[in-house]
């Protein structure tokens, strides 16, 4: 691995030659190879990747075919690295920082970003995009042949080195240990806010959950910090009522063993009527009607999660939205603020409040990160970590 000194004088900054895991053909292992990645632009800074976590997204698109799919690329959106050169224009971190990468960004000057209702940045708005957030058609990133590699989720982390935007980076407390700080960077972040933030569950409430995979499980963590008195599972895995115990879940329904009935009748029979709260964190149009059907009348709030398959349509009978007041709304990024949201997130694991160490039930090297695929493939890990160097 090639590296340059950084100093004050940005215009002295040279690519860096590192290691990479390119996604080159859909499905199919990804390249441990050498690649070079460019300085960092005005806004943007370059940082040094300390450990990544694998999450289901990065399945999802490793596996797509179809647009917003595109090869080779770069996966890998769940991190912590430290600052290693910054571009013009870049005040709010230096060299040596250490820092969470998010997929959303948090400019703090839109009339989004600094509103309360909202974390939809409107200068920097998400999208599943191959470039730089400020710069179309622009790659940080090449291979030793001089071909573009096209970037993810505005972050890249399976690989030694990336560029971001300074706007999709969180500068947080370096003595967090990095394998916890991480998982704050999507996972967590995303199912603890949407029951903390966008659904803003009750103490005493009953919620339930639709997929107990690790996202459906950090809505259960958010759950209990809120205080819920029930917490239901719905998955087809009996296994996972175990593990989702562990995270505050207290009843469980195979949906695959309901008999004649339908998953939301068996909730509806269960709780007196519905749920206050019913998350969706599978991506199955199918369970977010299940889930809307399921909450109760009048304040009953169904948040979706999941991400299905391109094209996907929720159709919902509107006698039944117009007669029974129920809510349904999306939760990107658990509807957190990154750059105010998690620094309290990590204040509360440090307090020993919010509980991380239970996310991550593997710990490997970078170099074994196909082996990773295949346990998360597999269901056979919540989190797994993969460590640089």
């Given amino acids: 691995m090639e590296n340059n000194k950084s100093s004050g004088d940005k215009s002295s900054l040279k690519p860096i030659r590192c290691k990479a895991a390119v996604c080159r053909k859909a499905g199919e292992p990804l390249v441990m190879e050498e690649i070079l990645v460019a300085p960092p632009q005005p806004h943007e800074v370059r940082i040094r990747i300390i450990c990544t976590a694998l999450c289901h997204s990065d399945i999802t698109f490793w596996k797509l075919q179809v647009p917003p799919a595109c090869f080779p690329r770069i996966l890998g959106h769940e991190a912590i690295g430290v600052v290693e050169s910054v571009g013009e224009s870049v005040t709010e971190v230096v060299v040596g920082d250490t820092v969470l990468p998010t997929f959303m960004a948090d400019c703090g000057d839109c009339v989004d970003c600094k509103s309360p209702k909202s974390n939809l940045c409107s200068r920097l708005p998400f999208k599943v995009s191959p470039w730089m957030p400020r710069y179309e058609n622009s790659s940080r990133f090449t291979d030793l042949n001089g071909n573009t590699l096209f970037h993810f989720l505005n972050v ?19 003595s967090i240990p990095p394998s916890r700080a991480c998982l704050l960077s999507c996972g967590v972040s995303t199912g603890v806010g949407a029951a903390w933030k966008t659904a803003q569950v009750e103490q005493g409430s009953t919620v339930v959950i639709f997929g107990l995979g690790s996202i459906g499980l950090a809505v259960a963590e958010g759950a209990r910090l809120c205080g819920a008195s029930r917490i239901i599972g719905v998955d087809i895995n009996p296994t996972k009522f175990e593990v989702g115990q562990k995270f505050g879940i207290t009843e469980f329904v195979n949906s695959m063993t309901c008999e004649n009935k339908r998953v939301s009748e068996v909730i509806n029979e269960m709780t007196g009527g519905g749920a206050d709260y019913c998350f969706e964190c599978v991506g199955s149009s199918s369970l977010v009607q299940e889930a809307y059907a399921c ?33 349904l709304m999306g939760s990107l990024f658990g509807g957190l603020k990154a750059k105010s949201h998690i620094p309290l997130l990590l204040k509360r694991y440090m307090s020993k409040e919010l509980e991380l160490d239970k996310f991550v039930t593997h710990e490997m090297k970078f170099e074994d990160i196909n082996d990773a695929f295949q346990l998360l493939l597999d269901g056979r890990c919540i989190r797994c970590v993969l460590w640089m160097g």
């Fill in 295 to 327: 909450c109760r009348k009048g304040w009953g709030k169904t948040i979706t999660l999941g991400v299905d398959k391109p094209g996907s349509e929720i159709c919902l009978n509107s006698s039944d939205v117009l007669h029974n007041g129920k809510t």
């Fill in 156 to 174: 890249s982390s399976f690989s030694e080195y990336t560029v971001l935007d300074v706007a999709h980076v969180v500068k947080i407390d370096s």
